[in-house]
């Protein structure tokens, strides 16, 4: 099956500094991948759809100064958590679509990355 | 805003029990159905995908679609301690080119 990468899988940081995950689709290519958060015993919450070469498309509410995606290759998607804050404590999880299959294509996530903001 | 909904649970079945999973969907264009497991920590993985009306089995997993009703379960034969989790049901949007997902069910299996 396809698999999707998180990294890093843990990170602590303090207050005020951004904090970078990357999320890479190894073995296939994906023109959209798609980035949750997930706080504890919480359903998931879509924040953004990242498209290669363009803009990210943000859900309702998730602040797009705060949460920077870059999608620059078919492959790769970053998200910067910028000046974290607490409360930006969470798991942040990315999915992937494969660009070559049709209608119905699987996402796949990645195994998700944990922040703690102290 | 189109909508999949699964009741939150728990679900609580005892071992070697069938345990039934369900979920609707709004969006009438949704034409692919997924479900994924998530055990507590960590990222969903998933199980089973349906397109057409019907069954759909895999190992102890079958997948119901029912497009008419807008209706999609998940049936686990057998069900162990380990299957304990929650399971997300998820459906296409109209543009066939992201998912839909609903808040998931928790399923709890006693030994």
Redesign the interface.
Same mark, same amino acid.
């Given at each position: 099956?396809a698999v999707v990468s998180q990294h890093p899988s843990r990170v602590i940081c303090k207050s005020g500094t951004s904090v970078k995950i990357e999320c890479r689709s190894l073995d296939f290519q994906a023109t959209?991948m798609?980035w949750y958060r997930q706080f504890p015993k919480q359903?998931?919450m879509?924040m953004a759809?990242s498209n290669e070469g363009s803009k990210a498309t943000y859900e309702q509410g998730v602040e797009k100064d705060k949460f920077l995606i870059n999608h620059a290759s078919l492959t790769l998607s970053t998200l910067t958590v910028t000046s974290a804050h607490p409360e930006d404590s969470s798991?942040y999880?990315c999915s992937a679509?494969d660009s070559n299959g049709?209608?119905?294509e699987?996402?796949?996530?990645?195994?998700?990355t944990r922040l703690l903001v102290l | 805003q189109k909508e999949v909904e699964q009741n939150s649970g728990p679900l609580s079945v005892p071992e070697g029990a069938i345990a039934s999973l369900n979920c609707t969907y709004s969006d009438r264009g949704s034409? +692919?159905f997924?479900w994924?497991r998530q055990y507590s *920590?960590? +990222?969903?993985?998933?199980i089973m995908?349906i397109?057409s009306n019907g069954d759909k089995e895999d190992g102890r997993f079958t997948a119901q679609l029912n497009k008419a009703s807008q209706y999609v379960s998940l049936l686990i034969r057998d069900s162990q301690p380990s299957d304990s989790a929650t399971y997300?049901c998820?459906g296409?949007n109209q543009a *066939?080119?992201?998912?839909i997902? *609903?808040?998931?069910t928790t399923l709890s299996v006693s030994s």
């Open positions: 099956g959209t798609f359903s998931l879509l759809t798991f999880i679509r049709g209608r119905g699987t996402q796949y996530f990645g195994p998700g | 034409q +692919s997924f994924y *920590g960590k +990222s969903p993985e998933l995908f397109y997300l998820a296409d *066939g080119t992201a998912l997902f *609903g808040k998931g």
